[in-house]
T-cell receptor, first 113, second 116 residues
């Protein structure tokens, strides 16, 4: 069974641009959640999607948004990029059943110049 | 809100020896889940072990075991017979049950070095 796939692995953008990251969950998984990892703030929860609906959201500004498609693939979008958005963005998938294990991808490393 | 604290930014151990990583957490909930994740240089977070708060028995997965002290809100990870492949960043994480879905609260992490 293929694992969680995140694309691209690396991305370089400039301030003010927008970016879209993609996450393909494990086959059969209906829940996708996103995390931001930075040296200063550590790992922080962004949001979770289940069956195309956002069911949980962290404390991030509205510039951070996401969506999930009918095949459970998810995208995360950041608009008007700031230098502080430079981070590793991790995606995790699960079956969506309460308290099931999360399986993480290898992340997308975003650098904002 | 729940918080998770890992007070050891770095730890080192000799190959084949035992090492213990510390984690404390703060919560007002009585039921919750605790995890240890490993993040090697590949960056992928890998689940090492999971503990349900309602279970008194400490979880064990091969060479990995935990010491769960619910009253003290402590959740340490013991790695026995350390191997070079155990070298990684280790994160302690907390999750509320039920409607919180997949939301994890992570500690700051402990960088583990394994010396040959």
């Amino acid at each position: 069974k293929a694992g969680v796939t995140q694309t691209p692995r690396y991305l370089i953008k400039t301030r003010g641009q927008q970016v879209t990251l993609s996450c393909s969950p494990i086959s059969g998984h209906r829940s996708v959640s996103w995390y931001q990892q930075t040296p200063g703030q550590g790992l922080q929860f962004l949001f979770e999607y289940f069956s195309e609906t956002q069911r949980n959201k962290g404390n991030f500004p509205g510039r951070f948004s996401g969506r999930q498609f009918s095949n459970s693939r998810s995208e995360m979008n950041v608009s008007t990029l700031e230098l502080g958005d430079s981070a590793l963005y991790l995606c995790a998938s699960s079956s969506g059943v309460t308290n099931e294990k999360l399986f993480f991808g290898s992340g997308t490393q975003l650098s904002v110049l | 809100a729940q918080t998770v604290t890992q007070s050891q930014p770095e730890m080192s151990v000799q190959e084949a020896e035992t090492v213990t990583l510390s984690c404390t957490y703060d919560t007002s909930e009585s039921d919750y889940y605790l995890f240890w994740y490993k993040q090697p240089p590949s960056r992928q977070m890998i689940l090492v072990i999971r503990q349900e708060a309602y279970k008194q028995q400490n979880a064990t997965e091969n060479r990995f075991s935990v010491n769960f002290q619910k009253a003290a809100k402590s959740f340490s990870l013991k790695i026995s017979d350390s191997q070079l492949g155990d070298a990684a960043m280790y994160f302690c994480a907390y999750r509320s049950p039920g409607t919180s879905g997949s939301r994890l609260t992570f500690g700051e992490g402990t960088q583990l070095t394994v010396n040959p």
